[in-house]
């Protein structure tokens, strides 16, 4: 099956600094979504992203999937944005999503 | 829209009983969703493959007779965790997706947490 790696495994930030999660994945995909998992456990779906460049606010994303992979860009960080963030993939539409193994993410004030 | 409901949030049950899960799309159709487990400091994986109208497809490794789902609808899908223990304790999202907004991807639902006691 497919592969997801995501890194870094954990990040911490002082609030207001930028930062880039990366998910590497090993084939090609039909699907590729970026999640912000909050304290309670919701999953947020922050972007659809199989292939190029989306904007939304502070956040955007960049997947280039010639190369197999995506990049999550968080500018100005907030202490709300901490939480765990994962990508997933799916290889065929309608099919399972795989996750990564997630990055940790501490924005202090 | 892309909206999905899960109930209970929360579940504490005794050993030794069944436990049911909702997992409702509001605004879509769904022929297919999927159920997830979480354990704490874990990523997602997936359990099973709900299918509106006929068996659902399990992963390796997931007892299909301790799991039972169910999709009559096209607007539910259930799954039962029977004779629960302790080791079942973990968190448990469903997700689908609306096939009519294919630019939205995935939807999941606020997920139920079952401790076993």
């Known amino acids: 099956g497919i592969q997801v790696e995501q890194s870094p495994p954990d990040l911490i930030l002082q609030e207001g600094a930028n930062s880039t999660l990366r998910c590497n994945f090993s084939?090609?995909?039909?699907?590729l979504q970026w999640f912000h998992q909050n304290p309670w456990g919701q999953l947020i779906n922050l972007f659809y992203i199989p292939s190029g460049t989306k904007q939304n606010g502070r956040l955007s994303a960049t997947t280039v999937a010639t190369e197999r992979y995506s990049l999550l860009y968080i500018s100005s960080s907030q202490t709300t944005d901490s939480g765990v963030y994962f990508c997933?993939?799916?290889?065929?539409?309608?099919?399972?999503?795989?996750f990564g193994e997630g990055t940790q993410l501490t924005v202090n004030p | 829209g892309a909206v999905v409901s899960q109930h209970p949030s929360r579940v504490i049950c005794k050993s030794g009983t069944s436990v049911k899960i909702e997992c409702r799309s509001l605004d879509f159709q769904a022929t297919t969703m999927f159920w997830y487990r979480q354990f704490p400091k874990q990523s997602l994986m997936l359990m099973a493959t709900?299918?509106?109208?006929?068996?659902?497809?399990?992963e390796q490794g997931v007892e299909k007779d301790k799991f039972l789902i169910n999709h009559a609808s096209l607007t539910l899908s259930t799954l039962t965790v029977t004779s629960a223990h302790p080791e079942d304790s973990s968190f448990y999202i469903c997700?689908?997706?609306?096939?009519?907004?294919?630019?939205?991807?995935?939807?999941f639902g606020s997920g139920t947490r079952l401790t076993v006691v």
């Open positions: 084939d090609s995909v039909n699907n």
């Open positions: 997933a993939v799916a290889w065929v539409s309608g099919s399972r999503l795989t």
């Open positions: 709900s299918n509106e109208g006929s068996k659902a497809t399990y």
């Open positions: 997700s689908a997706r609306n096939l009519l907004q294919k630019n939205y991807g995935y939807t």
